[in-house]
């Protein structure tokens, strides 16, 4: 229970110490109470939206469905605990094809912190917020915390600076690490780039040591083959003379056609994330929960040979009936596969680029249609923004100091070192 004066019992804090501890719990507990009631009210509202959805025998298609694990949310009071309510929607989409699924605004699905004032300017940009708009957005979201005399002015400062720290950030050495792992993703923005360069290329990349680091942001003519290689190339003048171990990205062919011109050791992985979403677009909507879980069985088998072995049968499930899914995902069965040569503790950081989907999860949109156009500049500045506050709450890839031995070239079956020499020469 929070101290009071009417809490005789409770020890009173004897210094200015403990009197800001006690002040910042109850700010914690506050803020945790808070964003319950908020993520309570965003539910009830949707239920209540689909009320009067039934299927035929009168029950209702859209229901509570308790709450999914607790949360651990950075604030900046401290990290608090919620649960997000979950809601059973099988039955609506049954019912419509084209209903769509319960999705938090309040709490999205990969965000472990609370937006920071720049976070906040840099997604209100992005998602094709006019500059003159952001003083009542931001009274919107932050109330009376939004910062005094938020002016149109004051934002087209802040991005002539965050520019300006980009510009110094893209031309520092990278010559003092090497990177085992990169993930690599081309993100499109309501805001989109004024001229031909409408598309931004994102590279992170994860040391040695498990850190993982934003390697290099740029513009680029959608994801071709050359803007991918100027980017790469731009690392590897900055010093990344190394190839890393691995390069983790989507179907982009401009890419994949880059990155032996640049890195030619560099082994490959296909990201599963997309993958899946791109052969399930090639399936009618009734057979897609079942083909999603023969396509998990694939890349969640404990071992290669099993891997294969699902995979398989997927192909011969669906070959006769829905052959241009078979062929989306048959066609790049090699490098889907490329993970289980790494850690098995990896494997959940290698098999797709959800460290990059994560950060733009709530801005993202793949299109080239916008209503205006973004200057260069101030696009770049905002996306290096919102990824360097997205940084702070990277964790290390688990047990990193298995890279030492991916470093040293050591060879791995199944997400298991190899020790016996025979299985070696194998």
Same mark, same amino acid.
């Given at each position: 229970?929070?101290?009071?004066?009417?809490?005789?019992?409770?020890?009173?804090?004897?210094?200015?110490?403990?009197?800001?501890?006690?002040?910042?719990?109850?700010?914690?507990?506050?803020?945790?109470?808070?964003?319950?009631?908020?993520?309570?009210?965003?539910?009830?509202?949707?239920?209540?939206?689909?009320?009067?959805?039934?299927?035929?025998?009168?029950?209702?298609?859209?229901?509570?469905?308790?709450?999914?694990?607790?949360?651990?949310?950075?604030?900046?009071?401290?990290?608090?605990?919620?649960?997000?309510?979950?809601?059973?929607?099988?039955?609506?989409?049954?019912?419509?094809?084209?209903?769509?699924?319960?999705?938090?605004?309040?709490?999205?699905?990969?965000?472990?912190?609370?937006?920071?004032?720049?976070?906040?300017?840099?997604?209100?940009?992005?998602?094709?917020?006019?500059?003159?708009?952001?003083?009542?957005?931001?009274?919107?979201?932050?109330?009376?915390?939004?910062?005094?005399?938020?002016?149109?002015?004051?934002?087209?400062?802040?991005?002539?600076?965050?520019?300006?720290?980009?510009?110094?950030?893209?031309?520092?050495?990278?010559?003092?690490?090497?990177?085992?792992?990169?993930?690599?993703?081309?993100?499109?923005?309501?805001?989109?780039?004024?001229?031909?360069?409408?598309?931004?290329?994102?590279?992170?990349?994860?040391?040695?040591?498990?850190?993982?680091?934003?390697?290099?942001?740029?513009?680029?003519?959608?994801?071709?083959?050359?803007?991918?290689?100027?980017?790469?190339?731009?690392?590897?003048?900055?010093?990344?003379?190394?190839?890393?171990?691995?390069?983790?990205?989507?179907?982009?062919?401009?890419?994949?056609?880059?990155?032996?011109?640049?890195?030619?050791?560099?082994?490959? #992985?296909?990201?599963?994330? +997309?993958?899946?979403?791109?052969?399930? @677009? $090639?399936? &009618?909507?009734? *057979?897609?929960?079942?083909? =999603?879980?023969?396509?998990?069985?694939?890349?969640?088998?404990?071992?290669?040979?099993?891997? #294969?072995?699902?995979?398989? +049968?997927?192909?011969?499930?669906?070959? @006769? $009936?829905? &052959?241009?899914? *078979?062929?989306?995902?048959? =066609?790049?069965?090699?490098?889907?596969?490329?993970?289980?040569?790494?850690?098995?503790?990896?494997?959940?950081?290698?098999?797709?680029?959800?460290?990059?989907?994560?950060?733009?999860?709530?801005?993202?949109?793949?299109?080239?249609?916008?209503?205006?156009?973004?200057?260069?500049?101030?696009?770049?500045?905002?996306?290096?923004?919102?990824?360097?506050?997205?940084?702070?709450?990277?964790?290390?890839?688990?047990?990193?100091?298995?890279?030492?031995?991916?470093?040293?070239?050591?060879?791995?079956?199944?997400?298991?070192?190899?020790?016996?020499?025979?299985?070696?020469?194998?």
């Amino acid at each position: 229970m929070p101290y009071t004066e009417s809490s005789p019992q409770e020890a009173v804090p004897t210094s200015m110490s403990e009197m800001e501890n006690a002040i910042r719990e109850v700010a914690r507990e506050g803020a945790q109470r808070l964003l319950q009631k908020a993520l309570e009210a965003e539910i009830a509202a949707y239920l209540e939206k689909y009320e009067s959805l039934t299927d035929e025998h009168g029950r209702q298609a859209v229901v509570r469905n308790g709450h999914a694990p607790e949360r651990e949310i950075i604030t900046g009071v401290g990290t608090v605990k919620v649960a997000r309510p979950r809601v059973d929607e099988r039955t609506a989409r049954n019912l419509s094809e084209h209903h769509k699924e319960f999705t938090s605004a309040v709490l999205p699905k990969f965000m472990r912190r609370t937006p920071t004032v720049e976070g906040v300017v840099a997604t209100l940009y992005l998602k094709g917020v006019s500059t003159n708009d952001f003083g009542q957005a931001m009274e919107a979201i932050l109330g009376e915390q939004q910062p005094a005399n938020f002016s149109a002015a004051t934002v087209s400062r802040l991005k002539q600076v965050w520019h300006e720290e980009y510009e110094n950030w893209r031309t520092r050495s990278l010559s003092s690490d090497r990177y085992a792992y990169i993930w690599a993703d081309g993100v499109y923005f309501n805001a989109r780039i004024e001229g031909e360069r409408n598309c931004i290329l994102v590279v992170i990349g994860a040391k040695f040591n498990g850190e993982k680091e934003l390697l290099g942001i740029a513009d680029g003519v959608r994801e071709s083959e050359t803007s991918w290689k100027e980017l790469l190339l731009e690392l590897k003048d900055r010093g990344m003379n190394v190839d890393p171990k691995l390069a983790i990205a989507d179907g982009a062919l401009g890419f994949w056609k880059a990155l032996p011109q640049v890195f030619p050791t560099t082994a490959t #992985q296909r990201c599963w994330v +997309h993958k899946t979403a791109n052969v399930l @677009d $090639k399936l &009618p909507q009734s *057979v897609q929960p079942r083909a =999603k879980t023969l396509i998990h069985d694939i890349y969640g088998a404990e071992s290669e040979a099993k891997a #294969q072995q699902a995979f398989t +049968h997927f192909c011969k499930s669906y070959r @006769d $009936k829905y &052959p241009k899914a *078979v062929e989306c995902l048959e =066609k790049d069965r090699e490098t889907l596969l490329s993970f289980y040569r790494f850690p098995a503790a990896h494997w959940r950081h290698i098999r797709s680029t959800n460290v990059i989907e994560s950060i733009f999860a709530t801005v993202r949109l793949r299109t080239y249609k916008t209503k205006g156009l973004g200057t260069r500049n101030a696009t770049l500045g905002m996306v290096f923004k919102l990824v360097q506050e997205a940084s702070r709450g990277w964790r290390k890839i688990s047990k990193w100091r298995q890279l030492e031995l991916v470093q040293a070239g050591r060879v791995f079956k199944d997400g298991e070192l190899v020790e016996d020499e025979e299985e070696l020469t194998a």
